[in-house]
């Protein structure tokens, strides 16, 4: 049974999460909305100068290479703020060729304040003041280090302090039992994982990432996120260790975190299964972006975007 400052704390957390809902961060735009934001898109100058065409189904078709063909889309919707959206337009016969489209819905109608080729996107942002850096990182769009505007993520979180990280410790880590002369898990385990966390480096041992550290969202502190190295895997001779990201959670604004609702490996990595995958985060959006966690989502924006 849990201590009472324990089942008090997680009821709160619980009581959090009813209000605050789940999210996946961007969301992929609902048919009307996706051909609202084409329409837009294909109304613009730069829509116009590729002989763009939206027909009823919300088909493309434009001319941006020379040769007048068919075009994949992919329209995204900010859970951040709702009045920005994305849509990332790609010939399907050359990869190359690709044109994002950022719109606001101003006055009950969506405008493109942005339209860049491959590659443009970061400078084309750079020289607007809006959207802010939580919209642009929930859209996957990202600036240069040298801008006019630029959109630094970092801004989003505040290191987690020793205190914080130590409780995020004392939750997970196995620790040996004279009793049972093997590991045993920590009091509170992840609840989703793609990574067994019985062989944490929480000190180091010269790993990847020495020594672990956790950010804590600005938004709303009571979301945070860990990076410690974990055995994850063997290749027969060695065992492999990789970094990975622990999301955790509490009741208040302060104190122990008291939950840990993933552990996944990187967002970056193509080991991830569950940052690819459309799964519904116990966390709001907006600290769920603060802390960059499986983000930018849907996950076919990662590839839009490349």
């Known amino acids: 049974m849990l201590p009472p400052v324990r089942r008090i704390a997680l009821a709160g957390l619980v009581a959090s999460l009813a209000l605050g809902g789940t999210a996946e961060a961007a969301t992929t735009a609902q048919p009307g909305l996706r051909t609202a934001l084409l329409r837009a898109a294909s109304d613009s100058p730069r829509g116009e100068a590729t002989n763009m065409e939206v027909d009823r189904r919300g088909r493309v078709k434009w001319q941006l290479t020379g040769f007048r063909n068919p075009a994949d889309v992919l329209a ?26 950022l719109l606001e819905r101003s006055h009950a109608r969506w405008r493109v304040r942005l339209a860049a080729t491959r590659g443009e996107e970061g400078p084309a942002v750079c020289r607007r003041r809006s959207p802010g850096v939580a919209v642009t990182t929930d859209l996957g769009l990202s600036t240069p280090l040298r801008c006019r505007h630029p959109r630094d993520a970092r801004k989003l979180t505040r290191p987690m302090d020793a205190a914080e990280l130590a409780s995020v410790r004392a939750m997970v880590e196995w620790r040996y039992s004279d009793a049972t002369g093997s590991l045993e898990p920590g009091p509170v385990q992840p609840r989703t994982h793609e990574v067994f966390a019985s062989d ?39 065992l492999l260790e990789n970094p990975t990201t622990l999301l955790v959670g509490r009741a208040g604004r302060s104190g122990p975190f008291t939950d840990v609702p993933g552990h996944t490996f990187m967002t970056w990595s193509i080991q991830t299964d569950l940052c690819r995958r459309d799964l519904r985060w116990p966390v709001p959006a907006a600290p769920r972006v603060d802390l960059r966690f499986c983000t930018p989502f849907p996950a076919a924006l990662v590839s839009a975007l490349r």
């Open 200 to 238: 944490c480096a929480w000190d180091g041992r010269g790993s990847v990432i020495d020594p672990p550290y956790g950010e804590v969202s600005r938004t709303d502190p009571r979301w945070g996120t860990v990076v410690v190295t974990c055995v994850t895997g063997s290749d027969g001779f060695a």
């Open 76 to 101: 995204v919707r900010s859970s951040v703020d709702r009045s920005w959206a994305l849509a990332v337009v790609s010939d399907r016969y050359r990869a190359d060729a690709r044109m994002t489209f």
